[in-house]
């Protein structure tokens, strides 16, 4: 068990649109929601926690009003990149931690390649 | 705040061989939680490991394994026999309980050598 699906795999867009990116714990329920971001052959950098029913909180440097993050429901987070540039262009990934399971960890998904042209 | 170093940007091990991925941290907690994470090109995070610092004894999956040494602070994952599939990069990751974030090193690109 605990699979994190992550949708889309790969999206290519334009400058200036908005891209919504899905993340779906499909076996459990996650109360917290983790949304990283990597460039190529480098570390994860933690953008948000995102918890169900409640704000995201967001790490120091990271546009709230660019990346917004809603946690609806106890499987689903969503990650939006608000009017996209090339420089957002990146690898996100999000993690799922079970519900009641603090200490556990974490559940990653496949994660997205994002591309501005 | 806590601090994750991986020395090593960059290792080669031929086929079978075995190989030690360093890692060393920075914290003042006394209980928490390590981690060793593998990224193959297909980018999947892929648990590999996990230790719980009250726990003495070193973790061992398989052909995995890790030195835990609480008091220097150092958690090195050794691979025997190392497979053309564990080619991937290498993070290791530390968290305080309860505290959900992950504090990932920097990682180590292993490539396994045929």
């Known amino acids: 068990g605990a699979v994190v699906s992550q949708h889309p795999s790969w999206v290519i867009c334009k400058s200036g649109t908005s891209v919504k990116i899905e993340c779906r714990s499909l076996?459990?329920?996650?109360?917290?929601m983790f949304w990283y971001r990597q460039f190529p052959k480098k570390s994860l950098m933690l953008m948000a926690t995102s918890n169900e029913g409640s704000k995201a909180t967001y790490e120091q440097g990271v546009e709230k009003d660019k990346f917004l993050i809603n946690h609806a429901s106890l499987t689903l987070s969503t990650l939006t990149v608000t009017s996209a540039h090339p420089e957002d262009s990146s690898f996100y990934i999000c993690s799922a931690q079970k519900l009641a399971d603090r200490d556990q960890p974490q559940h990653f998904g496949d994660g997205t390649r994002l591309s501005i042209l | 705040a806590q601090t994750v170093t991986q020395s090593q940007p960059e290792m080669s091990v031929q086929e079978a061989e075995t190989v030690t991925l360093s890692c060393t941290y920075d914290t003042s907690e006394n209980n928490y939680y390590l981690f060793w994470y593998k990224q193959p090109p297909s980018r999947q995070m892929i648990l590999v490991i996990r230790?719980?610092?009250?726990?003495?004894q070193n973790a061992t999956e398989n052909r995995f394994s890790v030195n835990f040494q609480k008091a220097a602070k150092s958690f090195s994952l050794k691979i025997s026999d190392s497979q053309l599939g564990d080619t991937a990069m290498y993070f290791c990751?530390?968290?305080?309980?309860?505290?959900?974030?992950?504090?990932f090193g920097a990682g180590t690109i292993l490539r396994v050598k045929s």
């Open positions: 230790q719980e610092a009250y726990k003495q």
């Open positions: 076996d459990f329920q996650a109360t917290t």
């Open positions: 990751a530390f968290m305080k309980p309860s505290a959900n974030k992950l504090v």
